[in-house]
């Protein structure tokens, strides 16, 4: 099956700072979600990208299919930022998910 | 508009029980899905519902088991629980079949004891 490797597993960042979240996977796929998880664990959808660039606000998402990657920009990152950050690929009638990665921002 | 509903919220079961786990989708969804996350690790897919037809299924025992009613609502059923089966069981719902955007619901958190 499809492998979806996500980097780095984790990342700690000031208050501030910008950071990338880089996802790869193994097979060509229909689309990609991002979600980022809460504390309670609830999956909070942030795009939905099977090629190009997304921006929504403090975020942003490229995908190049044809290389099969996918990067997540998060700028002047908050302490709500934290949680773990998930990209997750559609591949038949179902989302294959990566292992996410751990963001901590401090203030 | 209401997003997806799943209850219960937590639930504690004993080896050996059975337990029952429902969803709500989207108003207007017809399709449902369901996920595994245990802990410290991505969700993985458990089974994929369309207007009431099994769509997909992940690689897990045949225990697990779930339907989807007329009104689009599903519920997964889990039998002889293992202590493994312990996390967090999520529902996600999409307009299209297959690959459309999936929301998900805040899931149900499963201890095994």
């Known amino acids: 099956g499809i492998q979806v490797e996500q980097s780095p597993p984790d990342l700690i960042l000031q208050e501030g700072a910008n950071s990338t979240l880089r996802c790869n996977f193994s097979d060509s796929v229909n689309n990609l979600q991002w979600f980022h998880q809460n504390p309670w664990g609830q999956l909070i959808n942030l795009f939905y990208?099977?090629?190009g660039t997304k921006q929504n606000g403090r975020l942003s998402a490229t995908t190049v299919a044809t290389e099969r990657y996918s990067l997540l920009y998060i700028s002047s990152s908050q302490t709500t930022d934290s949680g773990v950050y998930f990209c997750?690929?559609?591949?038949?009638?179902?989302?294959?998910f990566g292992a996410g990665t751990i963001l901590r921002v401090k203030s | 508009d209401a997003g997806v509903t799943q209850s219960p919220t937590h639930l504690i079961k004993t080896r050996g029980q059975h337990v029952t786990l429902r969803c709500s989708p989207i108003?207007?969804?017809?399709?449902v899905s369901w996920y595994q996350q245990v802990l410290g690790q991505g969700p993985q897919f458990i089974f994929q519902?369309?207007?009431?037809?099994?769509?997909g299924r992940g690689n897990f025992p045949d225990r697990f088991s779930a339907r989807q009613f007329p009104n689009y609502s599903s519920e997964l059923n889990v039998n002889a629980l293992l202590l493994g089966d312990s996390a967090l069981y999520l529902c996600?719902?999409?307009?299209?079949?297959?690959?459309?955007?999936?929301?998900f619901g805040p899931g149900t958190r499963l201890t095994v004891t």
């Open positions: 996600a719902s999409s307009s299209l079949d297959p690959g459309g955007e999936q929301y």
């Open positions: 997750a690929v559609v591949y038949g009638n179902k989302l294959v």
């Open positions: 990208i099977p090629s």
């Open positions: 108003s207007g969804h017809k399709s």
């Open positions: 519902y369309y207007e009431k037809e099994e769509r």
